[in-house]
């Protein structure tokens, strides 16, 4: 069974020791170029592609500032 959480707010999301699935959901055409630095950097390369990151602060930074073009779930 997998649990979703969604974080939709930074106060949400904090570093931890766990795994975060994080799928991108939306385009990154007409996004800043900052966001989409971001995203490429978080491992994501398309619409619906899945990466499996480590909760630490710097990934948790990234998603905070790009929340609105990614899904994020706790890894099983």
């Known amino acids: 069974?997998?649990?979703?959480?969604n974080y939709t707010t930074a106060k949400n999301l904090v570093?931890?020791?766990?795994k975060l699935e994080i799928?991108?959901?939306?385009?990154?055409?007409?996004?800043?170029p900052k966001h989409r630095d971001t995203v490429r950097s978080l491992g994501l390369k398309?619409?619906?592609h899945t990466v499996?990151?480590?909760?630490?602060?710097?990934?948790?930074g990234m998603l905070n500032s790009v929340k609105h073009l990614v899904n994020?779930?706790?890894?099983?």
């Not at 799928?23 to 800043?32: D, L, R």
């Open 72 to 76: 994020v779930e706790e890894a099983k």
């Open 52 to 60: 499996v990151r480590d909760a630490d602060a710097v990934t948790v």
């Open 1 to 5: 069974m997998r649990v979703t959480v």
């Open 23 to 32: 799928t991108q959901k939306k385009s990154t055409i007409g996004a800043t």
């Open 15 to 18: 570093p931890g020791d766990r």
């Open 46 to 48: 398309r619409i619906g």
